[in-house]
């Protein structure tokens, strides 16, 4: 079993930044985030492995950045160039497969326009 612990959503204008923090309670391979907002499905945002192999989402390629600390079991999410279409909740995943087993609580990021 693997706990995921998220920080860092909140309330933005457009063009801003807001860097979100997923703390894993033991190491595990894959690490990543997706979004779902209201009436849509969860999607991939993006997602790294231990060795640092990174996938993005097209929308988002450009903006975020996603970076992991392994010693920290703890993978980051740096969202800049926020646009009103980002908002949604954010759940950090985890596994050994590229949608993994384990997730997060969400957090809630929301770009006003």
């Known amino acids: 079993q693997v706990q995921l612990v998220e920080s860092g959503g909140g309330l933005v204008q457009t063009g801003g930044s807001l860097r979100l923090s997923c703390a894993a309670s033991?190491?595990?391979?894959?690490m990543g985030w997706y979004r779902q907002a209201p009436g849509k499905q969860r999607g991939l945002v993006a997602h790294?492995?231990?060795?640092?192999?990174?996938t993005y989402a097209d929308s988002v390629k450009g903006r975020f950045t996603i970076s992991r600390d392994n010693a920290k079991n703890t993978v980051y999410l740096q969202m800049n160039s926020l646009k009103p279409e980002d908002t949604a909740v954010y759940y950090c995943?985890?596994?050994?497969?590229?949608?993994?087993?384990?997730w997060g609580q969400g957090t809630q990021v929301t770009v006003s326009s």
């Open positions: 790294i492995t231990s060795g640092g192999t990174t």
């Open positions: 033991r190491s595990i391979f894959g």
């Open positions: 995943n985890a596994g050994i497969t590229m949608r993994g087993a384990y």
